[in-house]
């Protein structure tokens, strides 16, 4: 089959195929993410932990993809050596993100000080507001698509070989995405959608207790607890499932572009 032959992954297998995986490795994968939020605590070295087990949950995914499915051990004696990579991964993408996001904060300054530096009052507040919603608008619509270029970043790492650094790692998704973009921004968008519910039980619920409560209280600082494990707990549950998902979209992206096994196409999803 040639490459220009195989048909994309729709967002529907994509997203259908991480919930499917996720719950046939549930008790796998819930424990090491409970175990990364639990590194996540510790400064430095759990945070390289904390990105280490993202790639370790990631290669697990992918190697059931392949039909070459490891156990947890194998797959962390492939990922201890590249502890730090993994966190230079976290970082180089989270620095790059926050870049983008200072430009874009600045572009909304100058767009609402412009105009009515240069208009006046009244006139300026009317293109202040107008143009402060156009790039309020765009700038999510660019942040979401930078994000989605480095959206399997922590995956080539967690794979290939011939990836050992985070930087090779964050330039081998950006290759790999630069013709999906608009697929992975509606995939991420599906994705998020599913895993709002466990977001309102696990991060706002909790918090609607507070209201009323006085601050400083003991009642208030007990809430306030429950809300952080709360918390810990859903990301902990929602982790691997974006971890599968960006399994599967490295397998597809892959599969179209080197011809990578095409066995997944073939099962159920």
Known sequence: MSQ????????????????????SNLKT???LSIFAYLWLMIPIYGWAKFCAIHGLIARLAFCELINK???ESVASEYIKPRLWSFLGVG??????????????????????ILPLAILGTQAGIIVAVIAGI????????????FYSRWFVAEVPLAVEKNTTSGSQSIDRS???????????????????????????????????????????????????LISFILSLLGGAII?????AVKAVIYYDLRSRREGLDLRLRDREI
């Open 174 to 224: 950006w290759d790999l995405t630069k013709d999906a973009v608009g697929r992975i921004q509606y995939i991420i968008v599906v994705a998020f959608l599913v895993t709002i519910p466990i977001q309102i039980i696990t991060g706002y619920i909790p918090s609607f207790f507070q209201i009323g409560t006085e601050p400083g209280t003991s009642l208030y600082a007990i809430i306030q």
């Open 4 to 23: 220009s032959s195989i048909r994309p992954l729709s967002v529907g297998n994509v997203v259908s195929a991480g919930l499917v995986m996720y719950r």
């Open 134 to 145: 156009i790039l309020f608008i765009a700038g999510i619509i660019a942040i979401i698509r």
């Open 69 to 71: 499915p490891e156990t």
């Open 29 to 31: 994968y819930l424990k």
């Open 239 to 243: 982790m691997p499932f974006w971890q």
């Open 91 to 112: 970082l180089g993408v989270g620095l790059r993100l926050v870049g983008i996001y200072i430009l874009w904060y600045l572009a909304v300054l100058a767009v609402v």
